[in-house]
């Protein structure tokens, strides 16, 4: 059983170094989670502000994630065009964007603020 356990998480790391590796979306939410983080350390944001924004990251690569397993189901289906592998292609690709867009707009509500102040400007 605990041979199992390992294997399991063993799989599971592999799927985000694979994520992160190959997918140029995922550099680029890995990459702005790094930048979030730092940032966000800058302004000393509050339990309930990491909170928010972590959850709100962890969407965000988790869909990405989902696009990008979802795509490579697709693959494995077909390589020729059709108008349903496109349709998953682009809902699971859509499902990312709203999840951005959403972290974007609580980004800034949860940090314009503070930079703000910090930086004397309000």
């Known amino acids: 059983m605990h041979k199992k356990l390992i294997k ?13 590796r190959t997918q140029r979306n995922m550099k680029i939410h890995t990459l702005a989670l790094m930048l979030v983080l730092i940032i966000g350390s800058w302004l000393e944001l509050s ?6 924004v972590l959850i709100m990251a962890g969407i ?5 994630m989902l696009n990008t397993a979802m795509e490579a189901l697709v693959d494995l289906e077909t390589q020729d065009y059709h108008p349903l592998a496109k ?12 999840a951005s867009a959403l972290s974007i ?10 930079v703000l102040i910090k930086l004397n400007i309000f």
Do not use: H, Q, R
């Open 60 to 64: 965000v690569i988790i869909c990405e």
């Open 8 to 20: 399991s998480f063993y799989f599971a790391v592999s799927g985000i170094a694979y994520a992160v």
């Open 47 to 52: 339990g309930l502000e990491w909170s928010i």
């Open 87 to 98: 349709t998953a292609k682009d809902v699971a690709a859509g499902a990312v964007l709203i």
């Open 105 to 114: 707009i609580i980004g800034l509500l949860i940090f314009g603020p503070k």
